[in-house]
């Protein structure tokens, strides 16, 4: 082997050890850790992750991966390929920013977490106002170090945040994304709320137990074809993912007792961050640890919450789930009742209960803050009341205190960037879905008795190099063509347009 990628690969397994500790303790932090012990504990990821980072600002490895980067050919395998030009394009990223700014701020990120856990419970943004202004702070002054990197737009810090979380994506291609999604939605919304057609609701929320609802997730969970030998299944108070490590990766859910829907389909949803870490081929965590980007990422969780999880087909096979786990839930109820009841759009406060139609809005409208204050200079102070204008303006809804309003995610502890995401990954999977109907019966799959077929598909054309490529030259290669928000504004008018009578 290449000497550079040999010394390349020594010093990444050593990272992965330090990185393997952080994240076994992010998932204690965010599942059973005590309250008080959680400022402690934050420190110690943060020295953990820091280590990690030390040892790629090592100016040997560093010169490595330069090394390993000029000799490179065609005789090289594409993970160490994709592996090199990764790491180069990252330390041309991180080339300005020092071990010690970096744990700077992973220590801000920490108290932000912690104050606005505080602050949430007390529905008070101004508990943790400070603790933003220097996340904001911080992160602008991120983008002023990120100067080496030429397809970067500096005059627009937000590109640079944008870059973190979704290689390549520009906020010029967000605006013509979200501006075509207003355009379609926004209208359609309207017709939707004038419509006559009755959906039943009622019984979502009959009383569950806890033992009923894990019964219902592990169920789901084996019909997903999630290798629990290699996953495990507990309590946040948000649900996650976390990728620990090759053969470990764990999700989390909540159980409320009167609405059953929202921990299966945070089981669904983390189920599928889940089988697209377990299910890329052997050498990439050796290689990355993991690559994708977040829109990847959310691409295929919500596909299978949304595209899979709530057609037809998926809710006649939880129906019989349901029956069989908590029977008095779909007492009296069909199966046509059921599927409706899953997709009712009814405009709502709370991003991660919103219906898939609304979805895209809670995005659009954190986007749009988000970009004001790294873009324009607009201060934190005046989220709350811009929060509630585009509320009201989009969704005709208006939070009664910021609990329910700006501090119901916990994202922008960690800087921004990360929320349009959630909504891209829509547009990547409506593209996907239509090359799947091509090659696979989707409704037969679903029905046969386990998600295997439509699992395999995936991984022979989604998750296979999800990290060895760009989003953008994912979706090309997958699908022939550019991203596009025309699939995903189809399959929804499609959809909401059947199920409402429109
Ligand atoms: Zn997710």
């Given at each position: 082997?290449?000497?550079h990628?040999?010394?390349i690969?020594?010093t990444?397994?050593l990272?992965?050890?330090?990185s393997?500790?952080?994240?076994?303790m992010q998932?204690?932090?965010e599942?059973?850790c005590p309250?008080?012990a959680?400022?402690?504990q934050?420190e110690t990821?943060a020295f953990?992750?820091?280590?990690?980072?030390?040892?790629?600002?090592?100016p040997?490895?560093?010169q490595?991966?330069?090394?390993?980067y000029?000799q490179?050919?065609e005789?090289?395998?594409?993970?160490?390929v994709?592996?090199v030009?990764?790491l180069?394009r990252?330390?041309?990223?991180?080339s300005?920013i020092?071990?010690?700014?970096?744990?700077?701020l992973?220590k801000?990120h920490?108290k932000?977490f912690?104050?606005?856990?505080?602050?949430?419970?007390?529905a008070?943004?101004?508990m943790?106002?400070?603790?933003?202004k220097?996340?904001a702070?911080l992160?602008?002054?991120?983008?002023?170090?990120?100067?080496?990197?030429?397809e970067?737009h500096?005059?627009?810090?937000?590109?640079y945040?944008?870059?973190?979380y979704?290689?390549g994506?520009?906020t010029?291609?967000?605006?013509?994304?979200?501006g075509?999604?207003?355009?379609?939605?926004?209208p359609?919304?309207?017709?939707?709320?004038a419509?006559?057609?009755?959906?039943?609701?009622?019984?979502l929320?009959r009383?569950v137990?806890?033992?009923q609802q894990?019964?219902?997730?592990?169920?789901?969970?084996?019909?997903?074809?999630y290798?629990?030998?290699r996953?495990?299944?507990?309590?946040?108070?948000?649900p996650?993912?976390?990728?620990v490590?090759?053969d470990?990766?764990r999700?989390t859910t909540?159980?409320y007792?009167?609405a059953?829907l929202s921990?299966?389909?945070s089981v669904v949803?983390e189920?599928g961050?889940?089988l697209?870490e377990?299910?890329?081929?052997g050498?990439?965590?050796?290689?990355f640890?993991t690559?994708?980007?977040?829109g990847q990422?959310?691409?295929?969780s919500?596909f299978?919450e949304?595209?899979i999880?709530?057609s037809e087909?998926?809710a006649d096979v939880?129906y019989?789930?349901?029956a069989?786990?908590?029977?008095?839930?779909?007492e009296?109820v069909?199966k046509?009742e059921f599927?409706?009841?899953?997709?009712?759009v009814?405009p709502?406060?709370i991003?991660?209960?919103?219906?898939?139609?609304t979805?895209?809005?809670?995005?659009?409208i954190?986007?749009?803050?988000e970009k004001?204050?790294?873009?324009?200079?607009?201060?934190?102070?005046?989220?709350?009341a811009?929060?509630?204008?585009?509320?009201?303006e989009?969704?005709?809804v208006?939070?009664?205190n910021?609990?329910?309003?700006?501090?119901?995610d916990?994202?922008?502890t960690?800087?921004?960037?990360?929320?349009?995401a959630?909504a891209?990954?829509?547009m990547?999977?409506a593209m996907y879905?239509n090359r799947?109907k091509?090659e696979?019966?989707?409704?037969?799959?679903?029905?046969?008795g386990?998600?295997a077929?439509i699992n395999?598909?995936m991984q022979?054309?989604?998750w296979k190099?999800?990290?060895l490529?760009?989003p953008?030259?994912w979706i090309?290669?997958?699908?022939g063509r550019?991203?596009t928000s025309r699939?995903?504004?189809?399959?929804i008018?499609?959809?909401?347009?059947k199920?409402?009578?429109?």
């Amino acid at each position: 082997m290449n000497q550079h990628l040999e010394a390349i690969r020594e010093t990444l397994e050593l990272a992965d050890k330090y990185s393997h500790a952080a994240r076994i303790m992010q998932y204690d932090l965010e599942t059973i850790c005590p309250q008080n012990a959680m400022t402690k504990q934050g420190e110690t990821i943060a020295f953990f992750g820091n280590e990690a980072f030390k040892l790629m600002k090592d100016p040997a490895f560093e010169q490595h991966v330069e090394a390993a980067y000029q000799q490179m050919d065609e005789s090289w395998n594409e993970f160490d390929v994709a592996m090199v030009k990764q790491l180069y394009r990252g330390q041309l990223k991180n080339s300005k920013i020092t071990p010690e700014f970096n744990l700077e701020l992973a220590k801000a990120h920490q108290k932000a977490f912690a104050d606005w856990a505080r602050a949430k419970e007390a529905a008070d943004f101004s508990m943790f106002e400070d603790s933003l202004k220097e996340v904001a702070r911080l992160d602008r002054q991120v983008t002023s170090l990120r100067s080496e990197v030429p397809e970067l737009h500096a005059d627009l810090p937000y590109d640079y945040k944008l870059d973190d979380y979704e290689e390549g994506m520009t906020t010029a291609d967000l605006d013509r994304i979200f501006g075509e999604c207003k355009e379609r939605l926004v209208p359609l919304l309207k017709k939707i709320q004038a419509s006559k057609k009755k959906i039943r609701t009622d019984f979502l929320s009959r009383k569950v137990t806890k033992a009923q609802q894990e019964a219902l997730a592990y169920k789901v969970m084996e019909y997903m074809c999630y290798d629990m030998n290699r996953g495990a299944l507990t309590t946040s108070e948000h649900p996650f993912t976390m990728d620990v490590a090759k053969d470990d990766v764990r999700i989390t859910t909540h159980y409320y007792d009167d609405a059953f829907l929202s921990s299966l389909y945070s089981v669904v949803h983390e189920s599928g961050h889940g089988l697209f870490e377990l299910n890329v081929p052997g050498e990439t965590w050796d290689h990355f640890a993991t690559n994708k980007t977040m829109g990847q990422h959310e691409s295929v969780s919500r596909f299978y919450e949304n595209i899979i999880g709530r057609s037809e087909a998926f809710a006649d096979v939880v129906y019989d789930m349901v029956a069989e786990v908590m029977p008095h839930v779909v007492e009296g109820v069909s199966k046509k009742e059921f599927f409706e009841a899953l997709n009712t759009v009814t405009p709502s406060l709370i991003r991660t209960e919103a219906d898939e139609f609304t979805y895209t809005f809670h995005v659009i409208i954190r986007y749009e803050i988000e970009k004001e204050i790294l873009n324009n200079g607009l201060d934190v102070s005046e989220i709350p009341a811009l929060w509630t204008k585009k509320y009201k303006e989009y969704l005709g809804v208006e939070p009664s205190n910021d609990k329910e309003g700006c501090l119901q995610d916990m994202h922008w502890t960690e800087g921004f960037g990360y929320f349009p995401a959630y909504a891209l990954g829509n547009m990547y999977n409506a593209m996907y879905y239509n090359r799947m109907k091509e090659e696979v019966d989707i409704e037969k799959a679903i029905r046969s008795g386990s998600l295997a077929e439509i699992n395999a598909w995936m991984q022979e054309h989604v998750w296979k190099k999800a990290d060895l490529q760009t989003p953008k030259e994912w979706i090309m290669e997958i699908t022939g063509r550019e991203l596009t928000s025309r699939d995903f504004l189809d399959y929804i008018e499609a959809k909401y347009t059947k199920i409402y009578e429109l």
